[in-house]
């Protein structure tokens, strides 16, 4: 048997030795010279991805029941649940259906997969089945089974050959008769409306009755959500929903579905996903990774998953699918490279490695496999694609970017500003959120952030006061509150303003106004009815790495006096222009996504005035270079 997967995968031993990182074995540098990764390589990466999971998995009637992460994942009270043990099996197959459909006789860990799924939904059908999912209430509303039925209905078309096919009639029918029950039923107001528009269009394919009139209902207020330049409204925010939810699945749906039923309204999401290719790009760097930013970051290389559908548009004019690939490979190495992204032969819940601040209560350890979605979107294009046989590169990095120092794209639909750097190869975004509240995601750290940065992950704040890239304003004795509610207000002359509103005081306020430079932000905000309030403000953190201690230090640039942090990788620096009464470098513990230790430089006043202005200079480099004038 000849061997080509490029990985090396742990034995049976789930304990805590170190896993083995992914590796691109014999890279086709020819096609891919930045990555090294072809089809096969990421086909190779799917299993990898694949093998951790079944090696959970010893017969063909085994569910997949992982090991739960600690903290605030589900299932909570430690009993595994039939939805924890459906979204393992569900998610798995958006890496599993697109092998499926090309090696059906797949195996992994001695299962063979085929088998190994088909079985498995069946015994959804079950009442005496671990994984038994009952039929939805009466008066049942949406629930998580909608979503992974949603998701299960893409898989089925993805691989109806192997999964639906060799079903006998009265096996569909039980499973239409489940399926439907929650498709033909409530849903969320948001991007959950695909889960039904999926459940019902594939059984409509496969020549059942169902509700039409739902599915075009939802089809169309989908549509409605289309703010332009390819980024749609997840009733409220504009993060990577917009992308793994409305593109990615009406770009999908479109191609699987839509063509052939509904084609007005696929040519519809086909002209939507046709913008996002002149935005979205920009907002990965220059190494392809993904910024930090939103809830369910967790789904990480997920984010990227809309860009190979491209590759279905009829004009594909100026798109360069080299760029796009180079893209989407560089996401997912970004994580299947990295030493913390496994644990337990499967992905942690954070985003390098396990990070319990980014984590949502509606979240178990198989909700991560929801990153499978780029690699449904990729594999299920043939090996003689242009997604496929174009020549990588680095598109705009390559001229456009390095040319001007900074390149800025804006939407005016959505309000949402992308930077790009050239200066340290980052990509930066830059938007708006309105909550008053502190839920499993609203008003936390996944939106509050003033900017978020592909190069500099954010970092956790404290509620005693240790903050970065947002203020944090004392309310009582030594602690502190930071901003969560934004008010976009206008883009122009390179400047973005925003109104900040003080959750705990809401005639406490501030007018923000961010002003981008090419290798840095100079910001200048005022404060309102402040006055007795100590403010802290934080520049983006830094992680300090094993064996590399972070070196501090205060340079001298012209008449400045400028505070720098440095990890060996990149320097931040933070100049205190106007309003500031002291600066200081705060170490942290357990904040940061990327290491234990992390520091950032922080500025704080005693507020006295009703109208308080900071003029702030926020500089970053990479690590080596030498600070000058010429960076003021």
């Not at 750290?445 to 509620?463: G, H, I, M, R």
């Not at 901003?483 to 883009?491: A, C, E, T």
Request: hydrophobic share 40%; proline share 4%; net charge positive.
């Amino acid at each position: 048997m000849r061997f080509i997967i490029g990985f090396v995968l742990l034995c049976s031993c789930l304990s805590s030795q170190a896993q083995v990182v992914f590796e691109v074995k014999n890279p086709d540098y020819k096609l891919s010279p930045l990555t090294g990764m072809n089809r096969e390589h990421w086909k190779d990466a799917a299993k990898y991805l694949l093998n951790g999971a079944f090696s959970y998995v010893k017969t063909v009637d085994d569910p997949f029941i992982f090991p739960k992460q600690p903290g605030k994942s589900y299932p909570r009270d430690g009993k595994h649940n039939a939805t924890e043990l459906l979204e393992g099996l569900v998610r798995t197959l958006f890496l599993a259906s697109p092998l499926l459909k090309e090696e059906p006789n797949l195996k992994l860990q001695n299962i063979a997969l085929a088998d190994y799924y088909r079985n498995q939904i069946l015994k959804l059908s079950n009442p005496k089945s671990k994984g038994y999912i009952a039929l939805r209430a009466k008066n049942g509303g949406p629930s998580q089974i909608l979503v992974e039925f949603g998701a299960l209905a893409i898989s089925l078309k993805a691989a109806e050959e192997v999964l639906w096919d060799p079903l006998t009639k009265e096996q569909k029918d039980q499973l239409a008769h489940l399926m439907l029950s929650y498709g033909d039923g409530p849903t969320i107001d948001m991007n959950w409306r695909f889960f039904n528009i999926f459940i019902l269009s594939f059984f409509k394919d496969e020549g059942y009755t169902v509700n039409e009139v739902l599915l075009k209902s939802l089809l169309e207020k989908c549509l409605n959500d289309y703010k332009g330049q390819g980024w749609y409204t997840d009733s409220p925010y504009y993060d990577y929903y917009s992308m793994w939810g409305f593109q990615m699945f009406g770009g999908l749906w479109s191609e699987l579905f839509g063509k052939r039923h509904y084609p007005e309204m696929a040519n519809q999401y086909l002209a939507n996903l046709r913008d996002l290719g002149n935005i979205y790009p920009y907002m990965f760097d220059a190494d392809g990774r993904m910024i930090m930013y939103g809830r369910s970051i967790a789904y990480r290389m997920g984010a990227s998953s809309p860009l190979p559908l491209l590759a279905h548009l009829d004009d594909k004019k100026d798109i360069n699918f080299g760029w796009m690939r180079r893209i989407v490979s560089g996401t997912v190495l970004q994580f299947l490279k990295h030493p913390d992204f496994m644990k337990d032969n499967l992905p942690t819940l954070g985003f390098y490695g396990a990070f319990e601040p980014a984590v949502q209560e509606y979240s178990c350890r198989a909700s991560v496999f929801w990153l499978g979605k780029v690699f449904i979107t990729s594999l299920l294009l043939p090996k003689d694609n242009i997604f496929w046989t174009a020549k990588e590169n680095n598109g705009a990095w390559n001229k456009e970017i390095v040319k001007q120092k900074i390149v800025q794209k804006y939407s005016e639909g959505s309000k949402v500003l992308i930077t790009d750097y050239a200066n340290i190869g980052a990509s930066e975004i830059r938007s708006w959120s309105q909550t008053w509240k502190k839920g499993y995601y609203e008003g936390t750290e996944n939106y509050t952030k003033l900017s978020y940065n592909s190069v500099f992950p954010w970092q956790a704040d404290t509620k005693e006061g240790v903050v970065s890239m947002n203020y944090a304003i004392s309310t009582s004795g030594s602690l502190f509150e930071t901003f969560r509610y934004y008010i976009f207000q206008s883009y122009k002359d390179n400047v973005y303003n925003r109104k900040a509103i003080w959750a705990a005081d809401t005639t406490v306020h501030m007018r923000l106004g961010d002003y981008m430079k090419h290798n840095g932000i100079v910001r200048k905000d005022t404060l309102v009815n402040a006055s007795g309030k100590q403010v802290n403000f934080g520049h983006y953190a830094l992680p300090e790495f094993v064996g590399k201690p972070m070196r501090l230090s205060e340079v001298t640039i012209g008449s400045y006096k400028v505070t720098v942090i440095d990890n060996g990788k990149y320097q931040l620096a933070l100049i205190p222009l106007k309003g500031w009464d002291k600066v200081k470098i705060e170490k942290a513990i357990g904040l940061h996504p990327e290491s234990k230790t992390s520091y950032v430089i922080q500025t704080s006043s005693k507020i006295k005035d009703e109208n308080h202005i900071f003029e702030t200079m926020l500089l970053f480099k990479k690590s080596g270079e030498k600070w000058s004038k010429s960076d003021l």
